[in-house]
Structure formats: C-alpha cells, structure tokens
C-alpha cells in the first residue's frame, strides 16, 4: 500500500523560510512524477511545484524563484524548501505521487505565514 507523510509545516513569519518534506514508502522502485499542492481557506487545490525521475521540475509562477523542489530516490522521499515566504503562502501542503497509473496523496501539512 502506498503511503506518503508529510512533514515540516508550521507558523513562519513573513520573508522566513520553512522546508517540507514528503516521505514515501510502498513503492517498488523509483516513483516518476512527484509533486506538491496547496490548498488555502475556500480555495481550490493548486499545483505550484512538480518534479520528474531525471530531475527536471516545473514550478508555478507565484513560488518560481522561491521554492525548490527536490528529491532523495535513495530514501523516497521529496522535500519543497520554501523561501521569502508570504502571507499568501498560507495554505496547507500535499504531496502527491504517480505510481503505476495512479495518483496518491499525503495527509497534508498546514503552512501559516503571519507576524
């Protein structure tokens, strides 16, 4: 069974920083797609970062140039570090994976940006 934990969320005040990660286990071999969502208060779910087995990534407009998207295959596990955070940034976080056609996801973790 597939499973994914999220970790590393939290209250940050503006212009901080705060790095997640995303461990996964129930997979035989390297996951291709990988990628992390947020979604914020009476909001829709959003894509803003997305990461492939070569390591090619794509990123939202709104966090391109403040979020990194990476992976550690040896420990299947993602990690999303987030810098110059904004109150705008205030959602909670998912992962999620495509494993043999389907999509998994995480629990999720909150991320709140506020003085």
Do not use: H
């Amino acid at each position: 069974q597939v499973q994914l934990v999220e970790s590393g969320g939290g209250l940050v005040q503006p212009g901080g920083s705060l790095r997640l990660s995303c461990e996964v286990s129930g997979t035989d071999g390297d996951v291709n797609t990988m990628a992390w969502f947020r979604q914020a208060p009476g909001e829709q779910r959003e894509l803003i970062a997305t990461i492939f087995n070569g390591g090619r990534t794509n990123y939202r407009d709104s966090v391109k140039g403040r979020f990194t998207i990476s992976r550690d295959n040896a420990k299947n596990t993602m990690f999303l570090q987030m810098n110059t955070l904004k109150p705008e940034d205030t959602a909670v976080y998912y992962c999620n994976v495509i494993w043999l056609g389907q999509g998994y996801w995480g629990q999720g973790t909150q991320v709140i940006v506020s003085s």
